[in-house]
């Protein structure tokens, strides 16, 4: 007999959500491009489900979720081999499960709707190249795709580090190493402070997490590797103010002169609903391509020039959040009044 949950897993795959969401007293919820779509079923019931949630754990992962409340990992659907990263928690009400479907096949930077410029930065033999955006915005998947573009045209060693692992990349030209931060290796550090002894070309950090590993990854970068990795901020000025203050204050000037000479770029993004939900959103973005009179701005801490210059660097591939807003705005499909409210930030 199908477990009940797998039958909800079927479901979300054939209408194309990318999340489920299972919870006591609601029936089940799917994300359907950025919109939420609830189930005509019924509610489920508290005393149901843990059952509904035992065939995607293990034992140790049952024995974590008792004791500490929740347990995070990855679940790979056998009729699919879809890869689902699921978090199931203790709420009110009792057991809840929210699920991410991982897809099977890395979009392209181009089918992302992604600046090509991107291709360009992954080809870059060194420095550190931030992907920054809210949660649920795609930053996984561009980062995929980045990587991929890199291994369908070059020969790199390409290490990743995530917790937990989402994306299996299959090599073409590049080689890949990857590590399962909290399951093979302790924590990033340690991920980080390995794969410095692993020769690899370019190194893909989950999340800049911690000065140590910002500090980490910034040796990387000036030791002649590409580091990408991703923060849960938005735009140019607030990464960078994100980065600096996750030092003391005493060494703020230090990290902030390191950034400056190891900064390749800045990649924000955020995803606008289409009107219809059955059609995908669309990325809003900005891009910071960093240089020399960038670094100088970073070093000194003028940060709200940044914008100025990235206007003057449009021909250098640079966009601002407001040219990406304002080309939206010409989209009828696309929710106009999200597009306005960001807008307004920018009179």
Not at 18 to 40: T, V
Not at 92 to 102: H, L, N, P, V
Not at 134 to 147: D, E, Q
């Amino acid at each position: 007999m199908k477990p009940e949950i797998f039958e909800y897993f079927e479901e979300a795959l054939e209408i194309g959500a990318s999340d489920l969401i299972l919870k006591p007293g609601a029936p089940p919820a799917y994300r359907l491009n950025k919109h939420l779509i609830i189930s005509e079923k019924e509610a489920l019931a508290p005393q149901q489900m843990f059952d509904i949630f035992l065939p995607v754990l293990d034992a140790q992962q049952q024995e974590e979720l008792q004791s500490n409340f929740n347990v995070s990992s990855i679940f790979v659907f056998p009729d699919t081999q879809t890869r689902i990263r699921f978090y199931i928690y203790q709420q009110r009400d009792g057991i809840a499960g929210s699920f991410r479907f991982i897809p099977n096949i890395i979009p392209t930077i181009s089918n992302l709707g992604l600046p090509e410029a991107l291709i360009n930065v992954a080809t870059m033999p060194r420095g550190l190249f931030l992907v920054a955006g809210p949660v649920c915005c795609g930053k996984t998947l561009t980062v995929a795709s980045m990587a991929q573009a890199l291994n369908e045209r070059f020969a790199r060693h390409i290490i990743t580090m995530e917790n937990p692992v989402e994306i299996v990349y299959e090599p073409k030209l590049s080689v890949f190493t990857q590590v399962e931060v909290g399951k093979v290796i302790p924590t990033y550090f340690d991920a980080l402070t390995n794969a410095l002894r692993e020769d690899p070309d370019v190194i893909i950090i989950g999340q800049l997490a911690e000065a140590g590993i910002v500090e980490q990854a910034l040796m990387a970068a000036e030791t002649g590797h590409l580091v990408i990795s991703t923060l849960p901020t938005f735009g140019h000025a607030q990464t960078l103010e994100h980065i600096i203050s996750m030092f003391p204050p005493g060494k703020q000037d230090e990290a902030r002169n390191q950034l400056s000479l190891s900064l390749i770029g800045i990649f924000s993004q955020m995803l606008i609903p289409n009107i219809d939900y059955k059609q995908k959103p669309t990325v809003a973005c900005e891009l910071m391509l960093i240089n020399s009179g960038m670094r100088n701005l970073i070093r000194e801490h003028k940060n709200n020039q940044l914008e100025t210059a990235m206007i003057m660097a449009r021909r250098e591939g640079c966009i601002t959040f407001k040219d990406s807003l304002e080309k939206l705005k010409r989209n009828e499909s696309l929710n106009q009044n999200i597009i306005s409210d960001l807008l307004q930030e920018y009179e």
